[in-house]
């Protein structure tokens, strides 16, 4: 069963860092890539950014560029996205998704989504 | 950076009837749009991907269609857990943008 579960929720202060990890099961990790993708209270979703579990090439949504790390360690199957300096409209839920190393296709699996609150 | 535009905001419609949502992108995106559920406090879920295709799973009554700037997804006939919000994302360029979402509400 394929599967991508995702660390639990954070309290973060203004100006913290905040690391989310997403552990995929039940396929061959760097046959894929991963999204980010987040949703603020109300509003619609957002692509953060993109990273290749084949090669580690990154692609990141000019909103996010400065702030923003993914990367992932094929030893646990495991991708992380690193979001710093983080304000009060950063509180949002994190998702990672899986998606085919092809051009098109989709997001076919997603994590449970990670609940980040930034509040003084 | 690609811009989509979805109508309507809102469809309210009832069981059993028709839903078509409309996704239209600022330039060409080809074929490269992915449709996606949303239900309140579940993940997304990929419907349709390359415009016309089902995702593994996703019932019949789905359908995607169009190219270029200009794409529709079809729900044949609503059944009440279809009650959500659909996004369309564009996978031609980088970013890979979301529109903005089209909540489609029972009537």
């Known amino acids: 069963q394929v599967l991508v579960v995702q660390s639990g929720a954070e309290v973060k202060k203004p100006g913290a860092s905040v690391k989310v990890s997403c552990k995929a099961s039940?396929?061959?990790?760097?046959?894929?890539?991963f999204s980010w993708v987040r949703q603020a209270p109300g509003q619609g979703l957002e692509w953060m950014g993109w990273i290749s579990a084949f090669n580690g090439n990154t692609n990141y949504a000019q909103n996010f560029q400065a702030r923003v790390t993914m990367t992932t360690d094929t030893s646990t199957s495991t991708a992380y996205m690193e979001l710093r300096s983080l304000r009060s409209d950063d509180t949002a839920v994190y998702y990672c998704?899986?998606?085919?190393?092809?051009f098109g296709s989709g997001m076919d699996v997603w994590g449970q989504g990670t609940t980040v609150t930034v509040s003084s | 950076e690609i811009v989509l535009t979805q109508s309507p905001a809102t469809l309210s419609l009832s069981p059993g009837e028709r839903a078509t949502l409309s996704c239209r992108a600022s330039q060409s995106v080809s074929s490269y749009l992915a449709w996606y559920q949303h239900r309140p406090g579940q993940a997304p879920r990929l419907l349709i991907y390359?415009?016309?295709n089902r995702a593994t799973g996703v019932p019949a009554r789905f359908s995607g269609g169009g190219s270029g700037t200009d794409f529709t997804l079809t729900v044949s006939s609503l059944e009440p857990e279809d009650f959500a919000v659909y996004y369309c994302q564009q996978r031609n360029n980088w970013p890979f943008t979301f529109g903005p979402g089209t909540k489609v509400d029972i009537k």
């Open positions: 998704a899986r998606e085919p190393l092809v």
């Open positions: 390359d415009a016309s």
């Open positions: 039940g396929y061959t990790f760097n046959s894929y890539a």
